[in-house]
T-cell receptor, first 114, second 111 residues
Framework: KNQVEQSPQSLIILEGKNCTLQ??????????LRWYKQDTGRGPVSLTI?????NTKSNGRYTATLDADTKQSSLHITASQLSDSASYIC?????????????FGPGTRLSVLP | DVKVTQSSRYLVKRTGEKVFLECVQD?????MFWYRQDPGLGLRLIYF???????EKGDIPEGYSVSREKKERFSLILESASTNQTSMYLC??????????FGSGTRLTVV
């Protein structure tokens, strides 16, 4: 069964610190992997997208990495800000997916404290 | 940018009421989706549609129905709302090959 797991479930860090969120998946073969940021009470917003052939993708202070061999991805946040407080969701798209069957992780809840 | 608009941010309905959640996207996307999101369970797919008047059941379709009469609009219907349908409902749209764009969500409370 296609699954996506994320760790930690929740994380608290101080403003200005870096952090790394993990995503492990069993979806295979897969087409692409996305990280979304979801603010409380809002819909998810896409941060990065990587195909199976890419190793890293950056979006400002967010850097995602992908190891297709070990089926792991990470999202690294540099110099965290209070506005980074949100849930971060890893989403994997299976190959031969006609945009209809994405597999969502449960999310990591990040709290950035002043 | 693609915009996905959900008609209500917050709704409070009584048990047994018929509830309509509306979603409109403005970029001619083929696919549209309805998810519900509950703490600890993540996003779960209720229904999706890949074309006008076409619909497919997702993982948890029981108690819900959908309607897609026009390409830009995808409605989720709770025929008889129950308290276990209290949740955050998220609409999304996508091109066939692309990722999702989500709406802002509707927080539904059934009392």
């Amino acid at each position: 069964k296609n699954q996506v797991e994320q760790s930690p479930q929740s994380l608290i860090i101080l403003e200005g610190k870096n952090c790394t969120l993990q995503c492990n998946y069993t979806v295979s073969p897969f087409s692409n992997l996305r990280w979304y940021k979801q603010d409380t009470g809002r819909g998810p917003v896409s941060l990065t997208i990587m195909t199976f052939s890419e190793n890293t993708k950056s979006n400002g202070r967010y850097t995602a990495t992908l190891d297709a061999d070990t089926k792991q991805s990470s999202l690294h946040i540099t110099a965290s800000q209070l506005s980074d407080s949100a849930s971060y969701i890893c989403v994997v798209s299976p190959m031969d997916n006609y945009g209809q069957n994405f597999v969502f992780g449960p999310g990591t809840r990040l709290s950035v404290l002043p | 940018d693609v915009k996905v608009t959900q008609s209500s941010r917050y709704l409070v309905k009584r048990t047994g009421e018929k509830v309509f959640l509306e979603c409109v996207q403005d970029m001619d996307h083929e696919n549209m989706f309805w998810y519900r999101q509950d703490p600890g369970l993540g996003l779960r797919l209720i229904y999706f549609s890949y074309d006008v008047k076409m619909k497919e059941k997702g993982d948890i379709p029981e108690g819900y129905s959908v309607s897609r009469e026009k390409k830009e609009r995808f409605s989720l219907i709770l025929e008889s709302a129950s308290t276990n349908q209290t949740s955050m409902y998220l609409c999304a749209s996508s091109l066939v090959e692309g990722g999702y764009t989500f709406g802002s969500g509707t927080r539904l409370t059934v009392v």
